[in-house]
């Protein structure tokens, strides 16, 4: 299980990665307005999917692994935010952040639905987290397909 959590964690970032690097490559083609989508919406769906699938990794050391889920949300909103101007660089600081928190929140209430209130699940705690770690790798893999399909339109 460790190893399916490690290798979508991997698959994530690579993801990341390579629409970074496509868009880093072409900024100068595209207007501000572009720019703030591109910070906005990357930073957001990366904080929150590498925030859950490194507190899905680490479930035991909730507080260090939420401190680095926010420096990571920070990281990346900075890196998507600083490709064009400074409106772009302080929607991607703010929602790499926002979506950190939400991730770290998500993946501990996916270890321990009782915190919320929620009643146990049929599934079992394994089940659980692969759904969601397969989820995640979904939602960044339609996430970059949608931001790349945007810039060519």
């Known amino acids: 299980m460790q190893i399916l959590l490690i290798s979508i964690t991997f698959i ?23 720019g703030y989508t591109v910070s906005y919406f990357a930073s957001s769906t990366l904080g929150l999917v590498a925030s859950l699938n490194l507190i899905l990794l680490f479930p035991n ?18 890196l998507f935010g600083s490709m064009l101007n400074a409106q ?3 929607a991607g600081i703010y929602n790499g952040g926002i979506s950190a928190i939400m991730g770290t929140m998500l993946g501990v209430v996916v270890k321990n ?18 759904f969601f770690a397969l989820f995640s790798l979904c939602i960044q893999g339609i996430s970059a397909i949608l931001l790349l399909f945007s810039f060519k339109a």
């Open 113 to 130: 639905p009782a915190i919320c209130g929620l009643p146990g699940t049929i599934a079992s705690e394994q089940e659980t987290m692969i």
């Open 12 to 34: 994530n970032l690579l993801i990341g990665a390579s629409l970074y690097y496509v868009i880093l490559k072409s900024r100068l083609l595209f207007s501000d307005r572009f």
């Open 88 to 90: 772009s660089l302080i």
């Open 61 to 78: 050391h909730l507080e260090i692994v939420g401190v680095l889920n926010i420096l990571l949300g920070l990281t990346i909103g900075f």
